[in-house]
C-alpha cells in the first residue's frame, strides 16, 4: 500500500505558531520547518510502501501527556488541543486535533515509521467542514484507495472519526491499548441533539 496526503494551497501556506508545553520543549505548527511532505519509500515484507505524507518533526516521540495537550489548548497559539486516541498503557496521547483560525490538523504517531503525521486538515466554515488535506492509502498492486476522503465533499463529523480511526489501524499492529476518544464524543454529540 501507498500512502499520500493531498494539500491545496491554503494548507501549504499557514503561518507557524509556537508554544511551549510543560516539558519545555518548543512545538510549532504548521509551517514548512515543521510539517513536511516526505517521498522516502520504505518496502516491507508484504510490498507495502509509504509516499508522500506530511510529517511533524518538533513533537516529542511516542506521544505527548495531557499536561502538554492542555498547555497547547491554554496557549495563544490554539484555540483548542482534544485527544483523539489514548494509548492506556502509557496514558499518553498519540492522536490530537490541534485548532487555530478555525482550522482542524489532526496529527497522529506512527510507530511503525517512528513519526508524527498530520493526518488531515479541515476547516470549520460554521455551517459545514471542509476538507483541506488527507493521508490517502492507496493499494500497492491496484492503486486503488484503501484509506481515504474524498477530497471534492464536505465530510460528517463521523466521516471524519472513522477515516482517523481506520489510519490508526493501519498504522498500528496492535489497537487493543488504544482508547478512541472520538467515539465517545460523537456518542455525546448525539445525545445532545436528541
Same mark, same amino acid.
Given at each position: 500500500?501507498?500512502?499520500?496526503? $493531498?494539500?491545496?494551497? =491554503?494548507?501549504? /501556506?499557514?503561518?507557524?505558531?509556537?508554544?511551549?508545553?510543560?516539558?519545555?520543549?518548543?512545538?510549532?505548527?504548521?509551517?514548512?520547518?515543521?510539517?513536511?511532505?516526505?517521498?522516502?519509500?520504505?518496502?516491507? !515484507? +508484504?510490498?507495502?510502501?509509504? /509516499?508522500?505524507?506530511?510529517?511533524?518533526?518538533?513533537?516529542?516521540?511516542?506521544?505527548?501527556?495531557?499536561?502538554?495537550?492542555?498547555?497547547?489548548?491554554? !496557549?495563544?497559539?490554539?484555540?483548542?488541543?482534544?485527544?483523539?486516541?489514548?494509548?492506556?498503557?502509557?496514558?499518553?496521547?498519540?492522536?490530537? =486535533?490541534?485548532?487555530?483560525?478555525?482550522?482542524?490538523?489532526?496529527?497522529?504517531? /506512527?510507530?511503525?515509521? /517512528?513519526?508524527?503525521?498530520?493526518?488531515? $486538515? $479541515? $476547516?470549520?466554515? #460554521?455551517? #459545514?467542514?471542509?476538507?483541506?488535506?488527507? @493521508?490517502?492509502? &492507496?493499494?500497492?498492486? !491496484?492503486? #486503488?484507495?484503501?484509506?481515504?476522503?474524498?477530497?471534492?465533499?464536505?465530510?460528517?463529523?463521523?466521516?471524519?472519526?472513522?477515516?482517523?480511526?481506520?489510519?490508526?489501524? &493501519?498504522? &498500528? %499492529?496492535?489497537? =487493543?491499548?488504544?482508547?478512541?476518544?472520538? +467515539? #465517545? @464524543?460523537?456518542?455525546? %454529540?448525539?445525545? =445532545?441533539?436528541?
Amino acid at each position: 500500500m501507498a500512502v499520500g496526503c $493531498v494539500e491545496n494551497e =491554503d494548507t501549504q /501556506n499557514r503561518r507557524a505558531r509556537s508554544v511551549v508545553p510543560t516539558s519545555g520543549t518548543i512545538i510549532s505548527f504548521p509551517s514548512q520547518s515543521c510539517i513536511r511532505d516526505t517521498t522516502a519509500m520504505t518496502e516491507s !515484507s +508484504d510490498s507495502n510502501y509509504k /509516499n508522500s505524507i506530511a510529517t511533524v518533526e518538533s513533537l516529542p516521540a511516542g506521544g505527548l501527556s495531557m499536561s502538554q495537550i492542555d498547555a497547547l489548548s491554554g !496557549s495563544d497559539a490554539a484555540e483548542v488541543a482534544a485527544p483523539l486516541v489514548i494509548d492506556t498503557t502509557s496514558s499518553s496521547v498519540t492522536h490530537f =486535533d490541534l485548532v487555530f483560525d478555525d482550522t482542524h490538523h489532526c496529527l497522529g504517531w /506512527n510507530p511503525t515509521d /517512528n513519526q508524527w503525521e498530520q493526518i488531515l $486538515v $479541515v $476547516v470549520d466554515n #460554521e455551517d #459545514e467542514l471542509v476538507l483541506e488535506s488527507a @493521508a490517502t492509502v &492507496y493499494e500497492a498492486d !491496484s492503486k #486503488e484507495v484503501k484509506i481515504g476522503l474524498e477530497q471534492s465533499r464536505n465530510p460528517e463529523l463521523k466521516d471524519i472519526a472513522e477515516f482517523i480511526w481506520r489510519y490508526v489501524e &493501519y498504522t &498500528y %499492529l496492535e489497537t =487493543d491499548d488504544l482508547h478512541n476518544v472520538m +467515539d #465517545e @464524543a460523537l456518542e455525546e %454529540l448525539s445525545v =445532545d441533539e436528541e
